[in-house]
């Protein structure tokens, strides 16, 4: 497989490899393809690897009190799954389905144990993006527990993944806006009157049902804070 291929290059905790130990690194990796709807992990099993998302989207979601589901996020291309329990050593709490085929490299934990013993960079790098999702969870937590369900749009969509171009961000939208709604807590109907209010005011631009484009990030950035 051609180095620009390999998953290992569009994840943040290896980019700090040479070209020679990212190989090192897609060596050790397992390749594997889930299809939708499949069960990727469930809460309470023994997971002793670490999931690197090639291609596709995982849902990775929870029971809440009520027996209804609460998505937690979605991973997609470059993401990592399954860092939480290597770090603490913990079963997952949480279940992960595939929203479409995905493709995947999965690491053993002996193995990663090993590379993190001879490039400690990686743990440190594994760190740091655990502090960016937590910060990210903080600030839509902010949003969600407020009134403001616009600050919890413009939350959501300055966390979503893109590709940026000339000072714009693409973002797709990884669910149906039914389960984008859900997992806001508010309505479809909302939803879409909040993407349309921040769309005449200048900050994004819609494109079609799941596509937008993030023109001012700043001002999204104000948006986030719930009024």
Request: with cysteine; charged share 25%; proline share 5%.
């Amino acid at each position: 497989m051609p180095d620009g291929d390999l998953c290992v290059t569009r994840v943040p905790i290896f980019q700090g490899l040479t070209p020679t130990e990212q190989r090192r690194v897609a060596d050790l990796a397992r390749p594997l393809v889930v299809h939708e709807g499949e069960v990727v992990y469930a809460p309470g099993q023994p997971v002793s690897r670490l999931l690197v998302m090639h291609s596709g989207r995982l849902k990775v979601s929870h029971a809440a009190a009520n027996g209804q589901e609460q998505i937690l996020r979605t991973v997609t291309g470059g993401d990592v799954v399954g860092e939480r329990s290597f770090l603490t050593g913990d079963r997952p709490s949480d279940l992960a389905v595939a929203l479409e085929d995905s493709r995947m490299c999965v690491f053993e934990h002996a193995d990663l144990a090993g590379l993190i013993r001879d490039y400690p960079d990686i743990s440190q790098r594994m760190l740091r993006t655990l502090s960016d999702r937590l910060w990210s969870v903080e600030r839509l937590l902010a949003a969600i527990t407020s009134s403001d369900v616009g600050a919890r749009v413009a939350a959501y969509l300055l966390d979503l993944p893109g590709s940026f171009r000339d000072g714009a961000a693409t973002v797709r939208l990884p669910m149906a806006k039914q389960e984008v709604a859900a997992y806001l807590g508010t309505t479809p109907e909302t939803l879409s009157r909040r993407l349309a209010a921040l769309s005449a005011a200048g900050l994004v631009e819609l494109h079609g049902r799941r596509d937008i484009t993030i023109l001012d990030v700043d001002g999204l950035e104000r948006a986030a804070t719930p009024r």
